[in-house]
T-cell receptor, first 114, second 112 residues
Framework: DADVTQTPRNRITKTGKRIMLECSQTKGHDRMYWYRQDPGLGLRLIYY???????NKGEISDGYSVSRQAQAKFSLSLESAIPNQTALYFC?????????????FGPGTRLLVL | DAKTTQPNSMESNEEEPVHLPCNHS???????IHWYRQLPSQGPEYVIHGLTSNVNNRMASLAIAEDRKSSTLILHRATLRDAAVYYC?????????????FGKGTKLSVIP
């Protein structure tokens, strides 16, 4: 089984709808992240969480919210989806280790907002 | 995090070595050099990281210039499975450090 799983893997929705992307991990890591990737570009950080009670905004948090339900679960919500949120979304996990810290990514969720 | 500069794309023949360069002239003394790669339709995966000395692991080698202003990821024998976008990222080991700042990376094509 994969260490970092994302559901759904693909999603089509309409403008204005609320949707939730889910991420689960079995690695036992304390830190979790949500990134988005647009075609031909690198990943940009949306939100990150260092533990269940710690949630922080990343580079591009507007229009998104998150919930850390447990150490192993981190959900990303689009309260009212818009077409420019069409992108590939990745969840990642890591353990603290400062500069040596490596991140482990899920397989991604491809989202299309019509 | 300091900025890195990589070529947009590179090609290699299968079973030949590949040297992927990265410039990071503004690197600070607290920055580690990380490399990730992203295979088509997959999430990024960690390849290797280093601070000052050259590093080897089962996937690749990392050669770091003496002044640390550049580094090179070395794939010793490219395979078709190595075709991916390779990202060179600087990551500080300062307190509170957490973020990986991805640029556009280098798209490596491997020719059979």
């Amino acid at each position: 089984d994969a260490d970092v799983t994302q559901t759904p893997r693909n999603r089509i929705t309409k403008t204005g709808k609320r949707i939730m992307l889910e991420c689960s991990q079995t690695k036992g890591h304390d830190r979790m992240y949500w990134y988005r990737q647009d075609p031909g570009l690198g990943l940009r950080l949306i939100y990150y969480s260092f533990d269940v009670k710690d949630i922080n905004k990343g580079e591009i948090s507007d229009g998104y919210s998150v919930s850390r339900q447990a150490q192993a679960k981190f959900s990303l919500s689009l309260e009212s989806a818009i077409p420019n949120q069409t992108a590939l979304y990745f969840c990642a996990t890591s353990v603290t280790g400062q500069g040596k810290e490596t991140q482990y990514f899920g397989p991604g969720t491809r989202l299309l907002v019509l | 995090d300091a900025k890195t500069t990589q070529p947009n794309s590179m090609e290699s023949n299968e079973e030949e070595p590949v040297h992927l360069p990265c410039n990071h002239s503004t690197i600070s003394g607290t920055d580690y050099i990380h490399w990730y790669r992203q295979l088509p339709s997959q999430g990024p995966e960690y390849v290797i990281h280093g601070l000052t000395s050259n590093v080897n692991n089962r996937m690749a080698s990392l050669a770091i210039a003496e002044d640390r202003k550049s580094s090179t990821l070395i794939l010793h024998r490219a395979t078709l499975r190595d075709a991916a976008v390779y990202y060179c990222i600087l990551k500080s080991y300062g307190a509170g450090s957490y973020q990986l700042t991805f640029g556009k990376g280098t798209k490596l094509s491997v020719i059979p």
